[in-house]
C-alpha cells in the first residue's frame, strides 16, 4: 500500500519536498494556510499592478536549473528568464554605481575606482569559484545530522582554502581598500542575515553567484517560479488543500500519524514535513512533550533581520530606475548596530527597491510603476504601528525624491505596507523573522535545528529554520535533502 506523506506549508522548501516525495513514490498531501501555494514568495494583484509578495532575486540559477532537470523538466518549460543589466544600482551619498552584467565591465569599474582592484577582483572571483563549487556540491546537500557527514576528501583538502574561520569583513578586506568596493562586495551577505565580520568568508560564494552567475527575472515575476514547482508537484501527483490552516500534529508513541487542520479535516500520515515555520510547529502543533528545543534554545538563536516592505503603484514612471536599486547613502555601520547590536527602529536606514515594471511593463498599466521598498530591521521589534510605518514611507519618499527628483507622495494610487505584524499574523513567524536564522558559524549545518525531529520518529522540518539556510535556492535544496533522508529512513 502507498506510504502518505503530509507537508504542512507550500513555499519553497514545501513545494521542494513534496514534488521529490511524489517523485519517489509516496502519496502525498501538502496543506497550505492560505489560498495559493508560495507561501512567503506568494503574489497579489490590484488595480492593474501585480507584486511578488517576498523573494525579488533570482541568484544561482544552476540550482533551479538542477532542481527542474531532476523531473526531466528544464526552467523554460515553466517561464523565461531575462538577465539584468545591470544587475542593480548601489546609490552612494552624492552619486551612484551601476554594476554591470558583463565581467570586463565590472572589472574597468573595479580598476577605476581603485587602481589595481580589476586584478583582484580575478584573483578574489577565482577563490569564490571554488568555494561555491565545493560548498554547493559538498556542503548544502547534508542533512546536517553528523560530522561524518563532512569527511569528504575534497572539503578535508580543502578546510582551510573554504575559509570557514575567517569571516568575510577580513577577506574582502584583503583585496579591495576603497570603501565603495567593500561595500558591493560585503552586500550579498546582508541577505544571510549576520553581520560581514560574524559572517564565514565561505560566504564569498555568493560574490560568485553575484557576479558570474549573474541576476536574473523571470518574465511574469518571481511568482513563475512557484507556479511553475505548483504544476510540477501536481504532474508528480501532489495534492493540494488552500485554505487550511493545521491545528495540530496528532502523535501516538512517539509517532505522527495525524495532521488535523482548524476546520476538522483530519489527515492520516506515514510521515509528516513541517515546511512552515519551524518554532511554531514546535510550539504550537505539538504536546510539550514532543518538542525538540526549548524555549531558552530558541530565544539565545541569532536571527536574521525581519523588514518593513511596501508596496506602491505609482501613476507615472520613476525617472531612469532600473530593476534593482540599495540605497547605501547613509553609514551601514549604525544601521547595523541597530539590527544587529542594539536591536531599535532604525534612526536613518538602508533599503533596498525594486521596480519589476521596468523589466516587465505587464506588471503595471501603461505608462506607470510598481515599486517594491524594503528595510531590513531587527527581528522581533515591538512598536509596529501605522504611524511608524507611515514615517518610515515618507523618509524612503524624501532620499527616493533626492535621487532621481521625484516626489512619489504626488503619484501614489496605490499603497500596501507589511511588516512585523503581518509576518506573524500570516506566517507565524519566529520573532517575524523574513529570513530565519543569521548563517553565523555558530549557526551552520549541523548546528542549526535539526532537520529531524528528536521526539517524533517520522516528525522531518524543511525551510529556512534548518539545514541549509535562509533565501529561495537553499529553501529548494533543503527540500530535496529532506525528502532524500525519509526515503533512506522510511
Request: charged share 20%; glycine share 8%.
Amino acid at each position: 500500500m502507498q506510504k502518505k506523506a503530509v507537508v504542512i506549508g507550500s513555499g519553497f522548501a514545501g513545494l521542494s519536498a513534496a514534488t521529490f516525495l511524489a517523485k519517489a513514490g509516496w502519496n502525498v498531501d501538502v496543506l497550505e494556510k492560505h489560498n495559493q501555494p508560495g507561501g512567503r514568495a506568494r503574489q497579489f494583484k490590484v488595480d492593474g499592478f501585480t507584486f511578488d509578495m517576498g523573494p525579488s532575486w533570482y541568484w544561482m540559477p544552476d540550482v533551479f536549473d538542477r532542481y527542474f532537470a531532476q523531473f526531466n523538466h528544464t526552467v523554460e518549460d515553466f517561464y523565461n528568464l531575462i538577465r539584468l543589466d545591470p544587475s542593480y544600482r548601489i546609490y552612494w551619498d552624492g552619486d551612484y554605481m551601476d554594476i554591470p552584467a558583463d565581467y570586463a565591465a565590472l572589472k574597468d569599474l573595479f580598476e577605476k575606482t581603485e587602481p589595481g582592484a580589476g586584478d583582484k577582483l580575478d584573483a578574489f572571483m577565482e577563490e569564490a569559484s571554488y568555494k561555491y563549487k565545493v560548498g554547493i556540491n559538498k556542503l548544502v546537500f547534508k542533512p546536517g545530522q553528523s560530522l561524518v557527514e563532512f569527511l569528504d576528501v575534497d572539503l578535508i583538502k580543502g578546510l582551510f582554502k573554504l575559509d570557514v574561520f575567517n569571516n568575510i569583513k577580513k577577506h574582502i578586506g584583503k583585496y579591495f581598500r576603497n570603501p565603495k568596493l567593500r561595500q558591493m562586495m560585503e552586500f550579498p551577505v546582508l541577505f544571510l542575515g549576520a553581520l560581514p565580520e560574524n559572517t564565514p568568508a565561505l560566504y564569498s560564494l555568493m560574490n560568485y553567484a553575484d557576479v558570474k552567475l549573474g541576476t536574473w527575472f523571470p518574465d511574469g515575476g518571481m511568482y513563475k517560479i512557484v507556479e511553475g514547482m505548483h504544476k510540477l508537484a501536481e504532474e508528480q501527483g501532489v495534492c493540494f488543500h488552500f485554505n487550511e490552516d493545521v491545528s495540530s500534529i496528532e502523535v501516538l508513541d512517539g509517532i505522527a500519524n495525524t495532521v488535523v487542520s482548524k476546520g476538522g479535516k483530519r489527515f492520516k500520515a506515514d510521515v509528516v514535513v513541517g515546511a512552515a515555520d519551524y518554532h511554531f510547529i514546535e510550539t504550537n502543533l505539538l504536546e510539550k512533550k514532543y518538542q525538540s528545543y526549548s524555549a531558552s534554545y530558541w530565544n539565545k538563536r541569532s536571527m536574521a533581520p525581519g523588514c518593513l516592505i511596501y508596496y506602491v503603484g505609482l501613476n507615472t514612471k520613476v525617472p531612469e530606475l532600473p530593476h534593482h536599486s540599495l540605497f547605501f547613502d547613509v553609514p551601514f555601520d549604525i544601521h547595523a548596530d541597530e539590527i544587529y547590536t542594539n536591536p531599535v527602529w532604525p534612526k536613518n536606514p538602508l533599503f533596498y527597491l525594486s521596480a519589476t515594471s521596468v523589466t516587465d511593463p505587464s506588471q503595471a498599466p501603461e505608462g506607470c510603476e510598481n515599486l517594491f521598498f524594503l528595510i531590513p530591521i531587527a527581528a522581533g521589534l515591538d512598536g509596529d504601528t501605522e504611524e511608524v510605518r507611515s514615517h518610515y514611507f515618507n523618509l524612503l519618499a524624501d532620499r527616493l525624491k533626492e535621487k532621481t527628483g521625484l516626489d512619489i507622495r504626488n503619484h501614489v494610487v496605490y499603497k500596501r505596507s507589511y511588516s512585523y505584524t503581518d509576518f506573524v499574523g500570516d506566517y507565524n513567524a519566529f520573532k517575524g523573522n523574513a529570513y530565519g536564522l543569521a548563517n553565523t558559524l555558530m549557526q551552520t549545518a549541523i548546528l542549526k535545528p535539526s532537520c529531524i525531529s528528536k521526539k517524533v520518529n517520522n516528525l522531518y522540518y524543511t525551510g529556512q529554520l534548518t539545514v541549509p539556510g535562509p533565501g529561495v535556492p537553499p529553501s529548494l535544496i533543503s527540500g530535496e535533502v529532506v525528502a532524500k533522508l525519509i526515503n533512506s529512513r522510511h
